[in-house]
């Protein structure tokens, strides 16, 4: 978006997302008669804005790296979509298959292959408040 300038000073402060941080944006100014060669009398031109330090950020702590538990291979195309059971018991997979897989959590073994879908799954939803799981694909369908 775009904001105002300092009054009566000729420039316009254009700034992306989050106007008035210090990060990014950038001030557009006409071009003077007497400037440089490279923009034409009349146009204005871009001058980035210098980039000032983030100190109210925190700095992020540091964790082990997670370890590889498990791979696990079922669907023929590329898995688009997870959701698991709030009991912790079983987990759904959704792809470009077109198919949802239920996978039992502990053992890592296929429990179940459910079809419908004419397109791609790209999303999956476990209601804890009662036995459904929900799926949104690419056919407009859920």
């Not at 989050?18 to 031109?45: D, F, I, L, M, Y």
């Not at 999303?123 to 949104?136: E, H, I, K």
Request: aromatic residues 6%.
């Amino acid at each position: 978006g775009a904001s105002g300038g300092a009054a009566g000073s000729g420039k316009l402060m254009l700034t992306g997302p989050g106007a008035g941080s210090s990060a990014g944006g950038a001030v557009v100014a006409p071009s003077s008669s007497g400037g440089s060669s490279a923009v034409p009398p009349g146009s204005t031109r871009l001058v980035p804005r210098r980039r000032e330090a983030r100190h109210d950020l925190p700095k992020p702590e540091w964790h082990a790296p997670w370890k590889l538990m498990r791979v696990i291979s079922g669907h023929l195309g590329w898995v688009r979509c997870v959701a698991v059971d709030p009991t912790n018991q079983w987990y759904a997979t959704g792809s470009a298959d077109r198919t949802i897989k239920v996978w039992d959590l502990a053992s890592g073994t296929l429990k179940l292959t459910l079809t419908g879908h004419i397109s791609t799954i790209r999303g999956l939803a476990v209601s804890d408040r009662s036995p459904y799981l929900f799926s949104a694909g690419e056919d407009k369908m859920v």
